[in-house]
């Protein structure tokens, strides 16, 4: 069983910055696509990034140029640099395999962008 972890999330103000961590809690990145995924209040889970096995990196199109999907497979990591957040982009966030695993699903961790 594949637990992940996800932390890193917090108020920020627009134009501010964060960085998002995900935990596994055995290897995985190594040996599947990987992806953040976030949920907005009242909204349906959307696909935010993905990389590949091979570091092969696909943004959707609210976040790209802004956001920054990385993975350190020997710490079990996987990363999520954001950068100009704007309040639109307030959601819990959550890393998963991509497509997604369903027993995988974490906690996630809340990101709020207000000022």
């Known amino acids: 069983q594949v637990q992940l972890v996800e932390s890193g999330g917090g108020l920020v103000q627009p134009g501010g910055s964060l960085r998002l961590s995900c935990a596994a809690s055995?290897?995985?990145?190594?040996?599947?696509?990987m992806g953040w995924y976030r949920q907005a209040p009242g909204k349906q889970r959307e696909l935010v990034a993905t990389i590949t096995t091979i570091g092969s990196t696909i943004y959707a199109d609210s976040v790209k140029g802004r956001f920054t999907i990385s993975r350190d497979n020997a710490k079990n990591t996987l990363f999520l640099q954001m950068n100009s957040l704007k309040p639109e982009d307030t959601a819990v966030y959550y890393c998963?395999?991509?497509?997604?695993?369903?027993?995988?699903w974490g906690q996630g961790t809340q990101v709020t962008v207000s000022s």
């Open positions: 055995r290897s995985i990145f190594s040996i599947k696509n």
């Open positions: 998963n395999s991509y497509p997604y695993t369903r027993n995988y």
